[in-house]
């Protein structure tokens, strides 16, 4: 049976608490252009290390992992500068996030010793079932007090800057108190979190539930957000989805431009997941984000 | 709205189609069963069932992927049988854990042997697979299995496409052994006469 944290309490009638103080943001470094670490990509990345400025990986895949996969991320932090990114952490439910897991992941997190590490906006687990993906939380008050008192125990527990990032959402959550854009800002402001901001993600939410990106964008300031991922979009009739799958498409690669133009980001992740391309092709796509951020001044 | 309450309710109808069923057809009881007031029952009123059965699917879609990564050779031996065969299995409920993935892939082994469609050599392949994924994830490992089939020659034939030949029965015995944490994951095979 699932421990719940003991931190969880009653949320009806809570107040706003206010602003919490974030990490300045030029205290983070300038980070470039990366890949999600999967094994596949080992060999090439081995033999070709200069094509990536760091590597993003999975959190989960090394909490239960035995000493030969330990192994394999030592050597991997041993060459690369590593951002972990968790999945089930579960930052947004209202249980509150499971206490296991969060040690497991702390003692990880310390392991690589990273500049900063991500999560999602969501929750996973309620009411001990595991629903197995990202599920989307109603963008409500409740919900900011809620992720506000789940991080600051996750804060207790890892001393590292965490940054959250926005899903895809196939359900929309009725009783919305704000858009998209402002729930962001709000999530910044009450949990002093910069965010992950998967510009594929948006851009899939956007065409799916007919909205403007621009909108959510422009809710933002340009410190808010320091990192992104992108992959390209998969289709299912007339729905777009995340099967990071699939080459990036020139809508999205027009979104991250307009992106990496707005705001300061320290890095970018090709979050590409399955049916690998040729290793040249998937360095051409880092090429093209390395010289957007060039474009716009965000690294040399 | 209660927060807790709704994301109780969500993620059972996410993973449990009776619930959804039940749901879809009368809201408002099944969500005071699960301790939302009325005027809460009304507001997820709202929620789309099409959107709740599409996300729903992409679940077991979800996992189906997974399992057709830990599983490779016993997906390609079910082929196109494979997605019908798995979201029947995955009615039965979602995995949990860390290793929720390897799991539900060594459950799904466990699931095919009791489907008479299946046959023999191919439920034997998921349990050779199945076998490895358990010992895979052991620091340390002694695993023994016997097979009623030659699982090389069986294999060949899969990769080489003629697993149409009737495949070889041969009793075997199959071992996995790791004596040490960071030692190598070893297999030996011994046919029985």
Redesign the interface.
Known sequence: MTEVAAVAADVEGSEMTGVVKTQPASTLPVLGVGLGYRFPLRQSLDQHPESVDFLEIIADHYLDANPRKLAELEALRCRFTLIPHAINLSLGSAEGVEPRYLTRLAALIRRIDPPWWSEHLSFTTAGEVEVGHLCPLPRTHETLAVLQRNIEAVRAAVDVPLILENITYGVEMPGAEMREGKFLKEVVARTGCRLLLDVTNLYINSVNHRYDAREVLEALSPEDVVQLHFVGVGTRGDQLFDDHATAVQEEVWELLDRVVARFAVKGIILERDQKFPSFNELVGELARARQIGREHGRWD | ????E???????L??DRQLRNRFFEDCTAVAEQFGLSAEEAE??Q???QE??E??AA??KR??L?EVRNLLPLTAKALADALPQLFFAFAERG???????HAVDAIAFSDHLVTVASVPAWITALARYEASYLTAQ???RCFLIRRFDFDLPQVVRQLLDGQHGLPPIRRKTLVLWIRPT??G?LRCFRFYLI
């Open positions: 709205m209660g927060l807790r709704v994301q109780t309710l969500t993620a059972r996410y993973v507001a997820l709202l929620l789309s959107q709740v599409g996300f992409s679940l979800k996992r992927g979602a995995p949990r854990g860390i290793a929720r994830r052991a620091s944490a960071r190598r």
